[in-house]
């Protein structure tokens, strides 16, 4: 994720165009997919999907994920900014949610991808709810992506489980 580069699993590589375009519009791929788009759409979104399946792409969020935990309890009072150390007190509250999502992303069980989407728009989002605070609620965020992960609802993460 951070190099732009993410192994793709076997199978036909997508053309370079195509690989091209997904990596420019990532972010919006991400949000299409954790909205619930089908992937099979285009091949954009399934390009997109089976980059979040990939175990090196799991492995980079739930990497991200640990991080961002250590961080916050690393940095504990010493912040100046009374923003960044509410931040790292909300991400420290909510430890327990967050390993637990990284549990899922390394267990290499089928999850769905729209979970997958939903934990890369939170570990992507600079301005997300994992990064800052006062916006967007971060026990929600994790709320919802930890249940979108417990459900491979369509049939594209059926047959990618198979």
């Known amino acids: 994720m951070r190099d732009g580069f993410t192994p793709l699993p076997s199978g036909s590589r997508p053309s370079l165009p ?3 375009r997904t990596r420019r519009r990532r972010a919006g791929l991400d949000e299409a997919l954790s909205d619930g788009a089908d992937p099979t759409t285009t091949e954009e979104l399934g390009l997109r999907a089976d980059q979040l399946r990939s175990d090196a792409v799991r492995t980079q969020m739930a990497n991200r994920l640990v991080e961002a935990v250590g961080e916050a309890r690393r940095q504990g009072q010493h912040l100046r900014s009374a923003k960044r150390r509410q931040q790292s007190d909300e ?8 390993l637990s999502l990284v549990q899922l992303l390394r267990n290499g069980a089928t999850v769905s991808v729209q979970g997958l989407a939903m934990t890369a728009r939170l570990v992507n989002d600079r301005n997300g709810p994992l990064y800052r605070a006062g916006g967007q609620d971060l026990r929600a965020a994790l709320s919802s992506a930890r249940s979108a992960l417990d459900e491979p609802t369509t049939a594209d993460d059926v047959a990618a489980a198979a």
């Open 91 to 98: 991400v420290r509250d909510h430890a327990d949610e967050v």
């Open 18 to 20: 195509v690989r091209l």
